[in-house]
């Protein structure tokens, strides 16, 4: 089954401490992006990536580190949260030979810092 | 600065009523308008979308409406159904960056039965 998916779907965690949100894709997308989602602002882009070793900023990149170092992973990591980043976090994919653009997105990450 | 601007932020409407979603956008570049649905617990999923070479698009139940001269576009739902209750999100993109999505700050819509 073609899908993207994130661990932990559910994390809680104090303000500082390090973690890594991890997404992975079976589709073979060159595409990777993760997204932030907050009530009433949407989704914004936190970081994404055109392809392996290639990634970029977004709109809301602060606080946030990527790689991507194989094709299929590209995980989020917060070196030190802060409460402002409790938030959903979603990750997409996207490939190129997609005429529609259509982005996959994982089923989200639900992230309370405290 | 919100690019695109979508409203309302929440709808209710009866089972056959035709809830409609409206979007505006800035970016005179934008030439590509996708509409995400999501339901809880599950991450977006493309729904329709449409270019600017046409001013409407159905798929089933779903049509865009674009008036590029106003920036705007819109989602018709008709004979919605309790199962269309979910949040939708419109978006928009530049043709060769249309990866890069600019996304609407989201409708909750409830279909009451």
């Known amino acids: 089954e073609a899908q993207v998916t994130q661990n932990p779907r559910y994390l809680i965690t104090v303000t500082g401490k390090k973690l890594t949100v991890t997404c992975s894709q079976n589709?073979?997308?060159?595409?990777m992006s993760w997204y932030r989602q907050d009530p009433g602002l949407g989704l914004r882009q936190i970081y994404y990536?055109?392809?392996?070793?290639?990634?970029d900023k977004g709109d809301v990149p602060e606080g946030y580190k990527v790689s991507r170092k194989e094709k299929r992973n590209f995980p989020l990591i917060l070196e030190s949260p802060s409460p402002n980043q409790t938030s959903l976090y979603f990750c997409?994919?996207?490939?190129?030979?997609?005429?529609?653009?259509?982005?996959?997105f994982g089923p989200g990450t639900r992230l309370t810092v405290t | 600065q919100q690019q695109v601007k979508q409203s309302p932020q929440s709808l209710i409407v009866q089972k056959g009523g035709i809830p409609i979603i409206n979007c505006a956008y800035e970016n005179t570049a934008f030439d590509y308008f996708p509409w995400y649905q999501q339901f809880p617990g599950k991450g977006p999923a493309l729904l329709i979308a449409i270019r600017p070479d046409v001013s409407e698009k159905k798929e089933g139940r779903f049509t865009i409406s674009f008036n590029k001269s106003a920036k705007q576009f819109s989602l018709h739902i008709m004979d919605s159904q309790p199962g269309d209750s979910a949040t939708y999100f419109c978006?928009?993109?530049?043709?060769?960056?249309?990866?890069?999505?600019?996304f609407g700050s989201g409708t909750q819509l409830t279909v009451l039965p």
């Open positions: 997409a994919s996207s490939g190129a030979t997609s005429g529609t653009y259509e982005q996959y």
């Open positions: 978006a928009a993109a530049i043709s060769g960056s249309a990866r890069q999505l600019t």
């Open positions: 589709m073979n997308h060159e595409y």
């Open positions: 990536s055109m392809n392996v070793e290639v990634t």
